[in-house]
Nanobody
Framework: QVQLVESGGGLVQTGGSLRLSCAVS????????MGWYRQAPGKQRAPVAVITSDGVSNYTDSVKGRFTISGDFRKRTVDLQMNSLKPEDAAVYYC??????????????WGQGTQVTVSA
């Protein structure tokens, strides 16, 4: 069974920083990508940053230059360093995994979510 455990959310003032971490466990044959999505109240879950096993990182436009994703595919961890946070960054952040478990088909997996609150 694949599990994603997140940590690092919390309350921060505008302009502050937070670092989110996610650890993946389970019987996994191959990981294709890891990353972070977020969902604000009344909005759909949307990608924030994703890194592939080839080392390619993609960011949503609104966080470019402020957020940095780092992934260790051997250790199965992915972090998101968030700087210069804005109130519009407030959301529940979900760790994301695109992987093929051993003895199963490739699939997408999600963490339980961690709340990020940015005060004005």
């Amino acid at each position: 069974q694949v599990q994603l455990v997140e940590s690092g959310g919390g309350l921060v003032q505008t302009g502050g920083s937070l670092r989110l971490s996610c650890a993946v466990s389970g019987n996994i044959f191959n990981i294709y990508a890891m990353g972070w999505y977020r969902q604000a109240p009344g909005k759909q879950r949307a990608p924030v940053a994703v890194i592939t096993s080839d080392g390619v990182s993609n960011y949503t436009d609104s966080v470019k230059g402020r957020f940095t994703i780092s992934g260790d595919f051997r250790k199965r961890t992915v972090d998101l360093q968030m700087n210069s946070l804005k109130p519009e960054d407030a959301a529940v952040y979900y760790c994301y995994l695109d992987a093929q478990p051993r003895w199963a088909l490739r699939n997408k997996f999600w963490g339980q979510g961690t709340q990020v609150t940015v005060s004005a």
